[in-house]
Nanobody, 126 residues
Framework: QVQLVESGGGLVQPGGSLRLSCAASGFTLAYYAIGWFRQAPGKEREGVSFISSTDGSTYSADSVKGRFTGSRDNAKNTVYLQINSLKPEDTAVYYC???????????????????WGQGTQVTVSS
């Protein structure tokens, strides 16, 4: 059974950090392009971090560059999103997603993703 399970969300004060995890089962993450997306209430879903298939290169959206970093642990079949210097506007549900893709491919379009996790809530508030 193909599954992505996120964890690590929570309530954090502005300026704090979180590390979100996304564990895969039923398939090998290393062969898929990975995306981290977020959706705040009343807003469209936004891609924030991307990992290319196979070579694992990472990319961040301009809106979060320097604060969000994606990574992948092939041995654990898990991807991570490190979020630093959190701001109230980072409050959202965060999702990981996996897309079937040729090697060394980044997928930026959310509709191209095949598998999605259930989401984890991140709330930034004092």
């Amino acid at each position: 059974q193909v599954q992505l399970v996120e964890s690590g969300g929570g309530l954090v004060q502005p300026g704090g950090s979180l590390r979100l995890s996304c564990a895969a089962s039923g398939f090998t993450l290393a062969y898929y392009a990975i995306g981290w997306f977020r959706q705040a209430p009343g807003k469209e879903r936004e891609g924030v971090s991307f990992i290319s298939s196979t070579d694992g290169s990472t990319y961040s959206a301009d809106s979060v560059k320097g604060r969000f970093t994606g990574s992948r642990d092939n041995a654990k079949n898990t991807v991570y999103l490190q979020i630093n210097s959190l701001k109230p506007e980072d409050t959202a549900v965060y999702y990981c997603a996996a897309a079937k893709a040729p090697p060394d491919t980044v997928v930026y379009v959310d509709s191209w993703y095949d598998y999605w996790g259930q989401g984890t809530q991140v709330t930034v508030s004092s």
